[in-house]
């Protein structure tokens, strides 16, 4: 009975590749997110989808494309990874037509590590 | 985006003892949340706010929202073992509907001795 899940939990992988962590929520949310958690464990939103509509965008490189299939899912593609590019990533979800819209409910993250 | 003022960094103390965070900004937000984060694991939410003055309590956990709106503060009395782990303060407009709108700080971490 999983919330928000990711796959998979570790990614090690060399520069230069291109790769693509998943991930899906079962809580009906309406609005999924992309977070990047840095080794000082400082959270950065990367995207939000809402209704298959990209609504925000952080400064993140455009290597990065978020994918969004249905409003269940929500996958990250990274081409051409860097070393800087390691880091936790996390998805998160929320359901924006609630009256607590602003509830986000996290993934257990995607540890990649860049060689 | 603009990050919230968290603090202290780091904390360390005797189990029993309480605890005290907060945050703060320089802008006014509608939705002030507190989430902890353990080792290995996606940030896991505790309390959410969304009026000025509220105070709201999960358990051992308090946390207010400030009248001012512009900050927050989270209490833990009498620390266990498993309240180690990392605090995220987040604040938020209403609702949050672009990147500059969701801020999160950079957390309080947390070590409880036995």
């Known amino acids: 009975d999983t919330a928000v899940s990711q796959t998979p939990k570790y990614l090690v992988t060399q520069m230069g590749n291109d790769k693509s962590i998943k991930c899906e929520q079962n809580?009906?949310?309406?609005?999924m997110y992309w977070y990047k958690q840095d080794s000082k464990k400082f959270l950065k939103i990367m995207f939000s989808y809402n209704n298959k509509e990209l609504i925000i965008n952080e400064t993140v490189p455009n290597r990065f494309s978020p994918k969004s299939p249905d409003k269940a899912h929500l996958n990250l593609h990274i081409n051409s990874l860097e070393l800087g590019d390691s880091a936790v990533y996390f998805c998160?979800?929320?359901?924006?037509?609630?009256?607590?819209?602003?509830?986000?409910?996290f993934g257990p993250g995607t540890r990649l590590t860049v060689l | 985006g603009q990050q919230l003022n968290q603090s202290p960094q780091s904390m360390f103390i005797q189990e029993g003892e309480d605890v005290s965070m907060n945050c703060t900004s320089s802008?006014?937000?509608?939705?002030w949340l507190w989430y902890k984060q353990d080792p290995g694991e996606g940030p896991v939410l505790l309390i959410a706010l969304y009026k000025a003055g509220e105070l709201t309590s999960n358990g051992r956990l308090t946390a207010q929202f400030g009248i001012t709106r512009k900050d927050s503060f989270l209490n833990i009395s009498a620390s266990i073992p498993s309240d180690v782990g990392i605090y995220f303060c987040?604040?938020?407009?209403?609702?949050?509907?672009?990147?500059?709108?969701?801020?999160f700080g950079a957390g309080t971490r947390l070590t409880v001795k036995p």
């Open positions: 809580l009906g949310h309406d609005t």
């Open positions: 987040a604040g938020a407009s209403s609702p949050a509907r672009n990147n500059n709108d969701m801020r």
């Open positions: 802008s006014i937000f509608n939705t």
């Open positions: 998160a979800s929320s359901l924006r037509l609630a009256a607590r819209y602003n509830e986000q409910f």
